[in-house]
């Protein structure tokens, strides 16, 4: 749920403070996805970070409680580190593909038909 919020609101910041580059982009004969890749671009990379942060710190700053209950349990602790990370790629990865989806379908929400910016002043 943080990186859909994180990217949801990246990219709505970044549709509406860079307006001026998108429509400039537009009228040079850009199409939509290209006036908007470095928004959806700065979206997924914002939305993104939290999930590589917890990663990073992982069995180092803190012990998840599911690897922490392996190793208290008798498992080897390789074992447990390793479904730890296996665990952490897959939340990794579905976090990268629901937004992923959600920034490349929402941009699109802020065009017309016509492959105009419907922002308003």
Known sequence: ?????????????????????????LMLGAKPKMAAKQIVDN????????????????????????????????VSPVTAIEYQIAIMLGILGSVALTVILFVQLGYKTFFNDESQLMIGE
Do not use: C, K, W
């Not at 749920?1 to 982009?25: K, N, P």
């Open 1 to 25: 749920m943080t990186g859909i919020s994180l990217g949801v609101t990246r990219l709505v910041d970044g549709m509406y403070s860079e307006r001026h580059l998108i429509e400039s982009a």
């Open 43 to 74: 979206a997924f990379d914002a939305a993104i970070l939290p999930s590589i942060n917890s990663m990073v710190g992982m069995g180092i700053v803190f012990l998840p409680g599911m690897m922490t209950g392996q190793i208290l349990s008798g």
